[in-house]
Structures are given as C-alpha cells and as structure tokens.
C-alpha cells in the first residue's frame, strides 16, 4: 500500500521557521514527481513547491519565493518542506502528494488534480502575529 505520511507542523510566530517532512512508503521516490501543497479554511487548495524525483527541478509558487524550499532525500524516501520567514498568511494544512510521472514540478504544483494518485493525511502550520 502507498502512504505518504507529512509531519512537523505545529504553532510558530511570524518571521520563524518550520521543516515538514513527507516519509513515503510503498513507492519509490526517485520515480515520482512529489509536491506540497496546502488548504487555509475557506480558500482553495494551492501548489507551494514541487520536485521532480529527488533530486531533480523544483518550483515554488511566487508567493513561496526566497522564503520556501523543496529537497528530497532519496536513501530516506522523504521529501522536506523548509520553510522560512513564515507570515500568518502562511497558516494553513499542509498535504504532501505524489504521482508516479517524472513531471515538470510547476505543471504538478499549478494542476495537481490532473496528475495526483496520493495524497498524505495533512499536517497543521499555524502562524502568529
């Protein structure tokens, strides 16, 4: 079965910073093109940043830029949000999502529910003022 399972979100305050992790199992992550993308109550869902594999191309979102960064670790079938300079406008669930194409990340990041087959449970990230 193919799980992808996000942590390390919790309470901070603005200007701070945060490292989500997304652990993969049953899937191979190199073979994937792996995005983060997340839900605030009452707006829709939006692309934050996506690779291709591991190692590969990375797009941010614009308002992500400078201040938001994707990397994978292939040995550990997981892929890292870092996140810095956090706004409350930043507040917000946070899912990881998979799928099994080698994709340009802003194609996946722009229209995820074209290509996405997995989807992680979602980790909090809340921001103060």
């Known amino acids: 079965e193919v799980q992808l399972v996000e942590s390390g979100g919790g309470l901070v305050q603005a200007g701070g910073s945060l490292r989500l992790s997304c652990a993969a199992s049953?899937?191979?992550?190199?073979?994937?093109?792996i995005g983060w993308f997340r839900q605030a109550p009452g707006r829709e869902r939006e692309g934050v940043s996506c690779?291709?594999?591991?190692?590969?191309?990375?797009y941010n979102a614009d308002s992500m830029k400078g201040r938001f960064a994707i990397s994978g670790v292939s040995a550990e079938n997981t892929v890292y949000l870092q996140m810095n300079n956090l706004k409350p406008e930043d507040t917000a669930v946070y899912y990881c999502?998979?799928?099994?194409?080698?994709?340009?990340?802003?194609?996946?990041?722009?229209?995820?529910?074209?290509?996405?087959?997995?989807w992680g449970q979602g980790t909090q990230v809340t921001v103060s003022s």
């Open positions: 999502a998979a799928v099994r194409r080698l994709l340009r990340p802003a194609a996946l990041c722009r229209n995820p529910t074209s290509f996405v087959a997995v």
């Open positions: 049953g899937l191979t992550f190199d073979e994937y093109s």
């Open positions: 690779i291709r594999g591991t190692n590969g191309e990375t």
